[in-house]
Nanobody, 121 residues
Framework: QVQLVESGGGLVQAGGSLRLTCVASGSIFSLNTMKWYRQAPGKQIELVAS???????NYEDSVKGRFTISRDNAKNTVSLQMSSLKPEDTAVYYCNLEQRPPSFYTSVVYWGQGTQVTVSS
């Protein structure tokens, strides 16, 4: 089992910055992908950014140039540095870890409980 705990959410004015952090614990294998998703009220959940254990990153178009995902493999943490925040970034942000344990044919996905980010105009 894997547990994910997010922190760092809060209320910020438009143009401000926040840093989200997710700490993973449990049975974590060396090859995995960690992601940040978000869900705004009344909207579907969307992938914000992802990073593989080798450091390859991807971003949703609306956050490119404003958000930076990073990870520390030794500490099993992933962070999301968010800058130039906009009211439309308001959402609950979820940490996600995907890995394929040995002898498994498919990946297993774990989710954190979410952290609220609110950007005021």
């Amino acid at each position: 089992q894997v547990q994910l705990v997010e922190s760092g959410g809060g209320l910020v004015q438009a143009g401000g910055s926040l840093r989200l952090t997710c700490v993973a614990s449990g049975s974590i294998f060396s090859l995995n992908t960690m992601k940040w998703y978000r869900q705004a009220p009344g909207k579907q959940i969307e992938l914000v950014a992802s990073i593989t254990s080798r450091g390859s990153t991807n971003y949703e178009d609306s956050v490119k140039g404003r958000f930076t995902i990073s990870r520390d493999n030794a500490k099993n943490t992933v962070s999301l540095q968010m800058s130039s925040l906009k009211p439309e970034d308001t959402a609950v942000y979820y940490c996600n870890l995907e890995q394929r344990p040995p002898s498994f044919y498919t990946s297993v996905v774990y989710w954190g409980q979410g952290t609220q980010v609110t950007v005021s105009s």
